[in-house]
């Protein structure tokens, strides 16, 4: 995805890097979430 660098401006690839570390991240916590038994819904509720 990345092998196009020489045809970007640093700025084009810092958004491009961007992108694909958000959805990285995105779905190391789906999966993280996931192994520790989801959201703890009733601790959001006292938050209200």
């Not at 970007?8 to 990285?24: H, K, N, S, V």
């Amino acid at each position: 995805q990345l092998n196009d660098a020489e045809s970007e401006t640093p700025t084009q690839r810092f958004d491009a890097d961007f992108a694909i570390m958000t959805l990285e991240l995105a779905a190391l916590i789906k999966r993280l979430l996931k192994i520790f038994g989801g959201e703890d819904e009733a601790a959001y509720a006292k938050m209200r």
